[in-house]
């Protein structure tokens, strides 16, 4: 039998893990969840939600990596006891991060485009109509968006051709040490604009009576939500990297450094986009224009702002590729480990097959235009969005949860026995009922509202 690839380092594993579950939901959708649930306090409920449940979540995938040494697609059968049904989850694990990059390279293709713009200077000198005209003129051109669509597809593909260590590791490391870097030199000037002490406030004070006017259950539902959506679990690319570590470390310890470093991202994001927005008088509530109008707008009004829309986007473009990488791995591997295809072989043809299966998101937004999914308004993308963020990760980690805490699927000594292999921080046997009981119960909450506030 072919000897299975392995990562190089510790260090290798916490960067791809971490540059997986680093992405636009930490650099758009935090700071604007935060702004529009009240700042500071939603910032401490969000805190204590991602400990209560990202953790342990995050523990039972890496868990079941380690176990298994495989792909999610065979990990659950290699672990599951004889003649129990959970492996039929393999193949809708993989499914769904295909589903992921349908959407994911084009959006990312957006940014890369907006960081050459940024960097020829396309946003000086024009106004809030001209730079909102900027994006609905990217969107209504599917010859543009296809091609970015595929300059970020062929990049992804062909780092992980090179192999997990000299490709996926080496240049995610680099990636991600770039990444950081750009993350505090973005955050050092957002504090020297003027009026950046009152976004500072609202983003670090925590303010109860805006909680209160927020509404108390919104403001916990979507912190929540935030939370467990926020590291990209329940469909393997955790999951992935775990089968490819040593028994050295505790997988509850590299867990918690996983989180914190994505929740720095995170919350250094708030602390680049709070002082800005309050500086420039602009709404921290925005949505999905965030990104892509209203920072572009902001950065057109500052001194330096070419430079500093080129950093911002540059930053996001790591963010954005780190994903794309990681996810494309975790598919590569699939066909490695379950079709015994060369590494090589397995990068053409799902480069190939990425590339069409990510061309309806990007004519939803002109040639398909009209049609709309999830009601007036919508788009594909919208469509192929809710999939994953609703259905497929919140089913996932409550599929992977049950799995290591049922005597029918891998059982709570086998999970718990891995988790504490080697030094760091162990998982407590006291937690069986809360991790069997009640975080499903938690998922269960959050997907279900998910899909009544859509559809209800």
Known sequence: ??????????????????GCAIGLGNVWRFPYITGKNGGAGFV???????????????????????????NIGLSLKTLEKPGS?????????????????????????????????ASAGAFEGIDSNGIGAFFSDLTADPVKQISWMII????????????????????????????????????????????????????????????????????????LGQAFFTLSVGIG???????????????????????ALDTFVAFTSGLIIFPACFSYDVSVGQGPSLLFITLPNIFSQMAGGRIWASLFFLFMSFAALSTVIA???????????????????????NFIALTVLSLPCILGFNVLSGFQPLGEGTN????????????????????????????????????LREANKGNGIRFSARLKGYLSLIIPIIILIIMIKGIWDKFI
């Open 152 to 223: 970020i597809t062929l990049l992804s593909s062909s780092i992980v051709a090179i192999g997990l260590q000299k490709g996926v590791e080496k240049i995610t490391k680099v990636m991600m040490a770039a990444l950081l870097s750009i993350v505090l030199i973005l955050t050092v000037h957002s504090f020297t604009l003027p009026g950046a002490a009152a976004g500072l406030k609202f983003y670090l004070l925590p303010d109860f009576g805006a909680l209160q006017e927020a509404g108390i259950g919104t403001v916990m539902y979507e912190a």
């Open 327 to 349: 996810v494309f791995e975790n598919i590569v591997s699939y066909y490695i480990d379950v079709r015994n295809w060369t590494r090589r072989k397995a990068c053409i043809v």
């Open 237 to 259: 690319s955790m999951s992935i990297f775990g089968s490819y570590i040593d028994d050295e470390h505790t997988l509850t310890g590299e867990s918690v450094r996983i989180i």
């Open 44 to 70: 401490l409920i969000y805190l204590f939600f991602l400990i209560l449940l990202g953790l342990p979540v995050m523990t039972v995938e890496f868990s079941i990596g380690r176990a298994s040494r495989q």
């Open 85 to 117: 049904k959970w492996h039929l989850y393999g193949p809708a694990a993989v499914a769904g991060n295909y589903l992921l990059l349908m959407f994911y390279t084009t959006i990312a293709g957006w940014i890369i485009y907006y960081f050459f713009s």
């Open 380 to 415: 594909i993308l919208d469509l192929e969005d809710f999939l994953v963020s609703n259905i497929l990760l919140p089913l996932g980690s409550l599929i992977f949860v049950l799995f290591a805490t049922r005597k029918s699927g891998w059982g709570f000594d086998g999970f």
């Open 1 to 18: 039998m072919k000897k299975r690839e392995t990562l190089g380092s510790r260090l290798g594993f916490i960067l791809l893990s971490a």
